[in-house]
């Protein structure tokens, strides 16, 4: 049933952000404030150059986030381990019990920025999935095939067949987040295997179809992995997101490039949504008449699936005049564009 009565004030618990990237160096201390600002905790993509692949690099990599953290700020990295065929169980199983890593993140190798490092064999990382599934630590799955035979709009529906059904059927205890999910395809599976499984949306995804990219002229700052599919596929992601099916939570995968890395003839993947993703949101919900289960989206499903505590902390959301957010924000690696949903942003959160 729709919300009936106009709301214009919108209170929740804090939100966490499943899926963040905030890269390092000069780009970590200019991006880390937007996602801080608004999101208590997140979990933190490994794929540096190099990868976070052990416990002592991810607890290194979470001391200079913390260090980067602005006076008065609070905000939690949830750290990930970088799988490689490589990867040791132990050291996966200890990062686990002292609470170092929240989750394994699992890269097809090549499969998006700085992955090249991920797996190609995935019977070599057998061991550590089954550590995993025995100690109850999540994997997050960037879920598509890299087969160049196989077209760009058609990777995650074949890695759900090739890839995620037989690692399923061979570890069924383990606890998967399929992250950025993009298709139809995704979010029957999901809908379909109610253990152990659950999935993460993009604020870009619910916005943006593959028109958005291509249709008019080539739009760089739309060009994300996975790719934005056709519009019946957003669609389909509208629907489970403002659901209140618990197994569809945020994850925002903001992911930001200098804009000289994404404007050149092999331009970088993703979409730096930080500043204004609750903004877009809020747009987004209310346009489906199902504003009131913002919350579950956001702040309550993820925390769930990761058997954690929501948070205490309630931000609130106005609706009021056009939201003016920077076209693009400075930082000491370049210039960073926030992303453009395309139509005005009227809820903001109140300070």
């Known amino acids: 049933m729709s919300d009936k009565t106009p709301i214009t004030r919108l209170t929740i618990r804090r939100p966490d952000d499943w899926h963040l990237h905030l890269r390092d160096g000069e780009m970590l201390e200019s991006v880390l404030p937007y996602s801080a600002a608004h999101f208590a905790r997140a979990i933190i993509m490994p794929n540096l150059v190099p990868p976070v692949v052990t416990a002592e690099q991810a607890a290194g990599y979470r001391d200079r986030i913390m260090a980067a953290l602005p006076d008065g700020m609070r905000f939690t990295p949830l750290m990930t381990l970088y799988m490689t065929e490589d990867t040791d169980p132990a050291d996966v199983a200890r990062a686990h019990a002292e609470g170092i890593a929240t989750a394994v993140k699992l890269y097809p190798a090549g499969a998006t920025t700085n992955s090249a490092s991920g797996v190609r064999d995935f ?33 995650e529906a074949t890695f759900i067949d090739r890839v995620l059904k037989p ?47 291509l249709a008019g002229g080539i739009r760089p700052h739309y060009y994300c992995l996975p790719v934005a599919k056709r519009e019946r596929h957003r669609i389909a992601l509208v629907q489970a997101a403002v659901s209140g099916d618990p197994r569809f939570f945020l994850g925002t995968d903001s992911a930001p490039h200098t804009d000289p890395a994404k404007l050149q003839s092999c331009g970088c993947a993703g979409c730096f949504t930080a500043p204004n993703t609750l903004s877009c949101l809020a747009e987004v919900f209310e346009a489906a008449g199902k504003l009131k289960a913002l919350e579950s989206f956001t702040s309550l499903n993820g925390p769930a699936y990761y ?45």
């Open 307 to 351: 058997r954690l505590p929501p948070n205490e902390e309630t931000i609130t959301l106005v609706k009021g005049d056009p939201v003016a957010y920077p076209e693009r924000i400075d930082t000491g690696a370049g210039p960073v564009t926030v992303f453009d949903p395309g139509f005005p942003l009227h809820w903001h959160v109140e300070a």
């Open 123 to 155: 019977d070599k990382v057998r061991a550590v999935l089954e550590k995993m599934a025995e100690i109850g630590m999540p994997l997050c799955v960037h879920g598509e095939v890299t087969d160049h035979a196989i077209d760009i709009f058609d990777r």
């Open 167 to 213: 690692i399923r059927k061979k570890v069924p205890d383990l606890r998967v987040i399929m992250e950025h999910v993009t298709t139809q395809d995704a979010v029957d599976f999901v809908r379909d295997n109610p253990k152990n499984l659950a999935a993460t949306i993009t604020t870009h995804h619910l916005i943006i179809n593959r028109n958005s990219i």
